[in-house]
């Protein structure tokens, strides 16, 4: 098993920046990507950003703004948000693959004009 905890989000105006982080504990030697998704109200959820080994993918909605990061000694999967936008409010989730998927709990992100 897997247990991924989110910190992080929060309230911030148009143009802002936050910074989600994500923990993994766990059985995380069976984890090869961890990412982002995120879920607007009435919206599907989507993904973010994603990172393995040896490269990142970004939604193209997020590309050139988000940054996914991992520091593999903490066992921590980071997303940089800048130049945030009223679109950008969602809910975001923590994302492990492993054997299975694995999610964290979610934590909002409002993003005001």
């Known amino acids: 098993q897997v247990q991924l905890v989110e910190s992080g989000g929060g309230s911030v105006q148009a143009g802002g920046s936050l910074r989600l982080s994500c923990a993994a504990s766990g059985s995380i030697f069976r984890i090869n990507a961890m990412g982002w998704y995120r879920q607007a109200p009435g919206k599907q959820r989507e993904l973010a950003a994603i990172?393995?080994?040896?490269?990142?993918n970004y939604a193209d909605s997020v590309k050139g703004r988000f940054t996914i990061s991992r520091d593999n000694a903490k066992n921590t999967v980071y997303l940089r948000m800048n130049s945030l936008k009223p679109e950008d409010t969602a809910v975001y989730y923590c994302y492990a693959a492993g054997v299975r998927a694995y999610w964290g709990q979610g934590t909002l992100v409002t993003v005001s004009s």
């Open positions: 990172i393995t080994s040896g490269s990142t």
